[in-house]
């Protein structure tokens, strides 16, 4: 008979609910106040505890804090009578394993504490210094957020596929959409993990050092050279080496590569001794390297050397379902870094964010979500800490697509017979949601 702690001031709701608890075959002991709660804990032990908010002596979630130091693995509910989400969420944030509001449904009460002694159940013993140190490796290793888009599901098999291969991968996609999160994650999944990733945004290297960079140098090789180096290729060695923008990589540059990356040997700036490489090698690129093989820009053997498999790196728009999934986990890092508690978007906001356009892709979202984050006063990011572009019209100036603008029911009708009468692709002509989309069709009684 699972054992639950009842902590309520209210004497005659306690009895009430003591004596529910009891017909429901719980074995409950109670206390009216924080005080009386530390001596029943320190007595005996309890398979669940039920506090309320407020309490004469203390403050629930202080004295949940209390308890959990000392308790980690006993689960505690919260009951309230000020039902607002900010309670809700601080509590849960810190620690609570649900929430309940007065006045209590009994089925909900019934359901809340059996999950609640189910999932204590489940979760395996481990000590809390070790959970800390866990929680924060994964913190830092999963920074791939798993979306549920089409786009998204279709990006997670493709890595999962390829990872464990040592097969060269090609990531594909729009600035900002991040490809060096996809490469990584592809990297902690292959047999390589425990080995070094290392990323080099080939657009900043100038041509002439690029060989010193990928393969290191001798002291006194060239101007400069006021000491040994070692290169990328070397560094990365048994590991992971991501090259981003692999385009920018001049002609020579280019030649330099396919050569290490033929014989997997490079050989540093002014040495004549070969060093043995075994390296995987991801790439990735925001322009179409195939029109740039066409036009004599890129090599075709380097092109085909890097390109064993492709990902595509959908933009923002691909993946509009996705799109709160990315900003809650984006506030939630902002919270860490800035050392705020803001809670969520408020709902005119989460609008202005699904009918944007998002150029810059999810770069521009976490950095607007951290900007918000900075200068939200509240619990909530409202519209008046958003950047200005969300107010404005949004046009496209690109050749070829359409605006939403004075004419907006024209663009619409003219969208839909261009895609035939397909709502998604017309969505995406007009760079707006599907949703807006809809929405824009009752307002203009569009069939």
Known sequence: MPKILLIEDDISFCKLLEKFLIKKAYDVSIAFSAAEARVAIQKESFDLILTDLRLPDSDGIKLMSEIKDSYPDIPIILMTGYSDVNTAVKAIKNGAADYISKPFNPDEVLLVITNALQS????????????????????????????????????????????????????????????????????????????????????????????????????????????????????????????????????????????????????????????????????????????????????????????????????????????MIFADYFLEKANQQLNKEVIGFSPEVVALFQNYNWPGNLRELQNCVKRSTLLTRGNFIESDVLPAEFFQIQKQNVSGSFSLSDNEKEAIIHALSKTQNNKSEAAKLLKITRKTLYNKLKQYNID
Do not use: W
């Open 120 to 323: 204590s159940e489940t979760e395996v013993e481990i000590p809390v210094k070790e959970k800390k140190a866990k929680s924060k490796q994964a913190e830092s290793e999963n920074e791939f957020v798993k979306g549920i888009s089409v786009a998204s599901k279709k990006l997670s098999e493709h890595i999962q596929l390829v990872s464990p291969t040592d097969m060269s991968v090609l990531i594909i996609g729009e600035s900002g959409t991040g490809k060096e999160i996809i490469a990584k994650s592809i990297h902690q999944q292959s047999n390589r993990k425990k080995n070094t990733f290392i990323a080099v945004d080939c657009g900043a290297i100038p041509k002439e050092l690029a060989a010193s960079e990928f393969f290191g140098h001798l002291k006194g090789s060239f101007t400069g050279a006021i000491s040994d180096k070692i290169g990328y290729f070397e560094a990365a060695n048994g590991g992971t080496l991501f090259l981003d923008e692999i385009g920018n990589l001049s002609y020579e540059n280019q030649i330099q590569l396919l050569r290490a990356l033929q014989e997997r040997k490079i050989k540093p700036v002014g040495s004549n001794k070969e060093i043995n490489v075994d390296i995987r090698i991801i790439t990735a690129t925001n322009e179409d390297l195939r029109e740039a093989v066409k036009n004599g820009d890129f090599r075709e053997d380097l092109y085909h050397r890097i390109n064993e498999f492709s990902i595509q790196s959908p933009s923002l728009t691909d993946r509009e379902e996705d799109l």
